[in-house]
């Protein structure tokens, strides 16, 4: 029987948290 | 004295934070390392808060609760910490008049 694997990204909530702090490191990383 | 006690308090929480989020963040190591910096950055006033203490509980007790979620109690904590960061205050509140 196959396990369900479960994929933070299946939840909308935090997969636009995830984009925003990715977005600022990488804001932060390019203004040095 | 209630001042030390809270500081030791938030301080362990911080740590309990960072670890459930190190283990449910491993493709995305760096956002750990972000938090740890807006933690680093923050007044000493605020980390010693009973507002950061709350805030922090509150993360934590749902940050276990649903795992799928990790990412938005980081993005969470991190802004509250820019609210919070000693070079804002500075700014805000300038010590000389």
Not at chain 1, 4 to 28: G, S
Not at chain 2, 21 to 39: D, G, I, N, R, S
Request: proline letters at 5%; hydrophobic letters at 35%.
């Amino acid at each position: 029987e196959p396990s369900q694997v479960v994929d933070d990204d299946d939840d909308p909530e935090n997969r636009i948290a995830k984009k925003m702090l990715l977005a600022q490191i990488k804001a932060n990383y390019s203004s040095g | 004295k209630e001042g030390h006690v809270l500081k030791v308090e938030n301080e362990k929480l911080f740590g309990e934070f960072l670890e459930h989020c190190m283990a449910h963040t491993k493709e995305h190591p760096e956002v750990v390392t972000f938090l740890q910096t807006k933690y680093s950055k923050a007044s000493p006033d605020f980390l010693m808060s009973v507002e950061f203490r709350n805030a922090l509980g509150r993360c934590l007790t749902r940050a276990q609760a649903s795992t799928t979620k990790t990412f938005v109690y980081i993005n969470e904590l991190c802004t509250l910490l820019k609210q919070h960061s000693a070079k804002r205050r500075a700014l805000i509140q300038p010590s000389s008049p």
